[in-house]
C-alpha cells in the first residue's frame, strides 16, 4: 500500500518540478499509521469501506504536504524577484 | 560606472524574473495536478455517503442539488464554484451517514473513525485548495 501511494504521489508531483524528498515528508509515516489502523480493523465488516477511506485519507494529507510545499517555494520566488527588483530600482 | 552597474542588474532582472516567476506557480500547480484529483477521488465516495443519508432522511429533494452543484465544482475545480457550494449541508449528510450506520452495526467503530477522518482532511484540503496563494 504504502509504495502505490508512493508511486501516487510521484507522479502527480512530477507535475509540480518540486523535490518529492521534501514534499513527501511525514507522507510515508502518515500511510504507516494508516496501515496499522487497517490491520486492527480485519474482523470488521465495513472493512472494504475502511480501505477505500483510507486511501483517500492518505491521498488527501499527500496533497495537502504537496500544496504546503509549493507555496512555500512560492513564497521563496517571490521573496526572491522582490529582492532584485528593489535592487535594480536602488542601483 | 554607475550606468553599466544599473545595465548589469536590469538584464540579471530580465533573465531571472520569468524563471522566478514560472517557479512561484507550484502553489497553483499543486492545486490543479495533485490536490484537486484528491479532492476528486474523496468527494466521489464521500457523495455517496451524503445521498445514502438523504435517502435514508426523506432529504433527497433538497440533498440533490446541493450534490449536482458540488459534482460540477470538482469536476472543473473552479475556486468559485467550490467556494459557492452548500458543503456544511453535505458535511452534516456524511456525519449523519455514519451515525446511523454506526448505530446499526452496518460499519464497525474503527470504520466510522477512519470515514470521520476523511471527512475531516476532505474539509481542511477544501479550505486550502480554495484559499488565496501568499
Redesign the interface.
Same mark, same amino acid.
Given at each position: 500500500m504504502k509504495e502505490a501511494v508512493k508511486q501516487q504521489?510521484e507522479a502527480?508531483?512530477s *507535475?509540480?518540478?518540486?523535490d518529492l524528498k521534501i514534499a513527501a515528508a511525514g507522507v510515508v509515516e502518515f500511510a504507516a499509521i494508516s496501515a496499522a489502523?487497517l490491520a486492527?480493523?480485519t474482523?470488521?465488516?465495513? $472493512?472494504p469501506?475502511?480501505v477505500?477511506?483510507?486511501a483517500?485519507?492518505v $491521498?488527501? $494529507? *499527500?496533497?495537502?504536504r504537496?500544496?504546503?510545499?509549493?507555496?512555500a517555494?512560492? *513564497?521563496q520566488?517571490?521573496g526572491?524577484?522582490r529582492g532584485?527588483?528593489l535592487?535594480?530600482a536602488g542601483? | 560606472m554607475?550606468n553599466s552597474?544599473?545595465a548589469a542588474?536590469?538584464s @540579471?532582472?530580465m533573465v531571472?524574473?520569468p524563471s522566478?516567476?514560472f517557479? @512561484?506557480? @507550484?502553489?497553483t500547480?499543486?492545486?490543479m495536478?495533485?490536490?484537486l #484529483?484528491?479532492?476528486s477521488?474523496?468527494w466521489a465516495?464521500i457523495r455517496v455517503q451524503c445521498m445514502r443519508e438523504a435517502d435514508a432522511a426523506g432529504a433527497h429533494d433538497t440533498a440533490r442539488p446541493i450534490v449536482a452543484a458540488a459534482d460540477a465544482a470538482v469536476a472543473t475545480g473552479d475556486v468559485v464554484a467550490i467556494v459557492a457550494v452548500d458543503w456544511p449541508v453535505l458535511d452534516a449528510l456524511a456525519e449523519g451517514d455514519v451515525v446511523r450506520?454506526l448505530a446499526s452495526? @452496518?460499519?464497525?467503530p474503527?470504520?466510522a473513525?477512519?470515514?470521520r477522518?476523511?471527512l475531516a482532511?476532505?474539509i481542511?484540503?477544501r479550505a486550502?485548495?480554495t484559499r488565496r496563494? #501568499?
Open positions: 504521489l502527480a508531483l *507535475a509540480t518540478g518540486l489502523r486492527s480493523a474482523h470488521e465488516v465495513s $472493512f469501506e475502511m477505500q477511506a483510507e483517500d485519507r $491521498f488527501l $494529507f *499527500a496533497a495537502k504537496a500544496v504546503r510545499s509549493a507555496d517555494a512560492d *513564497a520566488a517571490i526572491l524577484i532584485l527588483l535592487g535594480a542601483a | 554607475r552597474l544599473e542588474l536590469l @540579471a532582472c531571472l524574473a522566478l516567476a517557479i @512561484a506557480c @507550484a502553489g500547480s499543486a492545486r495536478n495533485v490536490m #484529483p484528491a479532492i477521488q474523496s465516495h450506520r452495526q @452496518a460499519i464497525g474503527i470504520t473513525e477512519s470515514l477522518g476523511r482532511e476532505f481542511e484540503e486550502l485548495y496563494k #501568499p
